[in-house]
């Protein structure tokens, strides 16, 4: 890749000759991506950044070469000595077999935090809500983005959801750190708890636990649905959101557009050892080499970057020569609007248009501060907490199925014992025996449970005995859960209509 050099203004070059020179992966990435890395480099040098650029490769190419995750040893090296990293969009092929790179980068380097924020510049790029200006925190490596999926049966698929407490902690402890360090008065979380009862409610549990902590700062639950509607109808509502990894990442999408555009919306992935700064939009292939991509988003998440490794006066002039231009009309496609903007532009001459206005504040936009907005914070851990008393008290053996309800029952009972007994049988998650209803809708997949009868004991001795029954029973049985108790309480959740 071609290095960026750039002619520094007097003021700026003596900032970067005195600032020390931090190195920083940069990629490139595909589509749009490398336009407006370009466009962003080119204003953070002139800007006076510090950095000493060290570019890899990523992306579809390196997926088409056979490296299934998008990226390649010697850059995963790169990344671990740098600790920063700038990222341009990259391109997942179409098809099966390629993992997604932002995720393997993300959950590889424990980036858990993932911080976007969504403001509305009102009235110079159009929103409805012009006093938005929330920031939503991310989980970044658990719930369903484990990504660990499979097929079953010929109807059935499963993804599994995995939530640890250590995950919800952290990045509940980093809401609320965060929102301590930048003066803001709430944090709320989203779940769906009401529903999924032992996931998000750890989730929304573990939120209560550490909000107690911070008793200066606001704190509110929402079930998400509700509160996505609450989110898109009145956002002025909302200050900090924290949410688990999907939630958090569809609606940081919908709070960065009806903020004005997702063009306009940066990323902060945050770990204990390492930091990816990113644009929240994807490559847009179809605009790629036209010189028409808006370069905000990436820009804005170099201005993160700079005030995450200590040179805060670089992204403050990064920030307020961005928020002057925006203030000026000079727009790129996607935010331009007759009446309000003043002159289309391209990627680059958008870009050079900042730099003109390094040294400048916006005049009716709120300005960056970053030099005196944040007060340093370390990145969370979690409590570590002594085991529970774990007891196994039965299984649930799924199969693969295509008789009724109550002839299956009559096949799984001839299993149980004077120890357990079969005491339900669920089709995804609606119990269908006993006393099941006949309009209940089933697939071929079926939940069995079987748990220790009331004064007895369950043992694994006892589910490979249940399993050699059912393998002789010509059963086709697909996965298990063993059930446990902790502390006493159930580990499981009940069938509905249980």
């Known amino acids: 890749m071609t290095p960026i050099v750039a002619q520094q ?6 900032a970067a000759r005195s600032a020390a020179r931090v190195p920083v992966t940069v990629a490139f990435g595909d589509g749009i991506g490398p336009e407006i890395m370009k466009a962003s480099l080119k204003v ?6 510090g950095i000493a650029l060290e570019p890899i490769e990523i992306g579809e190419h390196v997926y088409r070469d056979g490296h299934t995750a998008g990226i390649t040893p010697e850059s995963w090296d790169g990344l671990r000595r740098t600790k920063v990293f700038y990222k341009a969009p990259i391109t997942t092929p179409q098809g099966g077999g390629f993992k997604s790179l932002n995720v393997t980068v ?15 510049y009102h009235p110079f790029v159009a929103t409805k809500h012009p006093g938005m200006d929330v920031v939503i925190v991310r989980e970044n490596e658990e719930d369903l ?10 109807e059935v698929y499963q993804c599994l959801k995995l939530i640890s407490r250590p995950g919800c902690e952290r990045i509940a402890r980093y809401a609320f750190a965060y929102a301590r360090a930048h003066g803001r008065r709430k944090v709320t979380c989203f779940t769906k708890d009401n529903i999924m009862k032992l996931t998000d409610g750890l989730f929304h549990r573990v939120f209560d636990e550490v909000a107690a902590e911070y008793p200066e700062i606001d704190n509110e639950h929402w079930i998400v ?6 989110l898109a109808d009145t956002p002025q509502a909302f200050d900090v959101i924290v949410m688990p990894n999907l939630y958090g990442d569809v609606l940081s999408d919908v709070a960065a557009q009806i903020a004005g555009s997702v063009g306009l919306a940066p990323s902060a992935n945050i770990g204990e050892h390492c930091a990816m700064f990113e644009a929240i939009h994807g490559s847009a292939p179809r605009r790629a080499g036209q010189d028409v991509a808006n370069p905000s988003g990436l820009l804005l998440a170099g201005a993160m970057m700079m005030a995450h490794i200590g040179q805060p006066e670089v992204a403050e002039r990064v920030h307020n020569a961005w928020l002057a231009t925006i203030e000026d009309g000079v727009h790129t496609y996607d935010i331009f609007k007759d009446g309000v903007s003043r002159r289309k532009v391209g990627t680059m001459a958008f870009a050079d248009a900042v730099i003109e206005r390094l040294g400048r504040a916006p005049r009716t936009l709120r300005p960056a501060a970053y030099a005196s907005d944040a007060k340093p914070f370390a990145v969370p851990r979690a409590t570590p907490r002594p085991p529970a008393r774990k007891e196994l008290v039965g299984i649930d053996v799924f199969v693969h199925a295509t008789k009724p309800a109550e002839e299956l029952a009559r096949e799984m009972q ?11 049988i669920t ?11 006949p309009e209940t809708f089933c697939t071929d997949h079926w939940r069995c449970r079987y748990l220790a009868k009331p004064g007895k004991q369950f043992n694994k ?14 059963i086709d049985f697909v996965k298990t859960e063993h059930l446990f108790t902790f502390d006493g309480e159930p580990g499981y959740s009940l069938g509905q209509g249980q």
């Open 44 to 49: 953070l040098l002139e800007a006076g950044a």
């Open 461 to 474: 001795a006892m589910a490979l005995e249940l399993l050699a029954h059912l393998t002789w029973q010509g």
């Open 106 to 120: 993300r959950k590889t380097l424990g980036l858990f935090a993932n911080v976007r924020p969504s403001v509305a």
């Open 414 to 424: 001839t299993a149980a014992n004077d120890l357990f007994a079969l005491t339900m």
């Open 225 to 230: 649905d509700i509160g996505a509607a609450k």
């Open 145 to 154: 983005y484990a990504g660990i999926e499979h097929r079953q049966t010929d």
């Open 9 to 14: 203004h007097p003021t700026a070059a003596r």
């Open 427 to 437: 089709n995804r998650g609606v119990k269908v025996w006993p006393n099941g209803l």
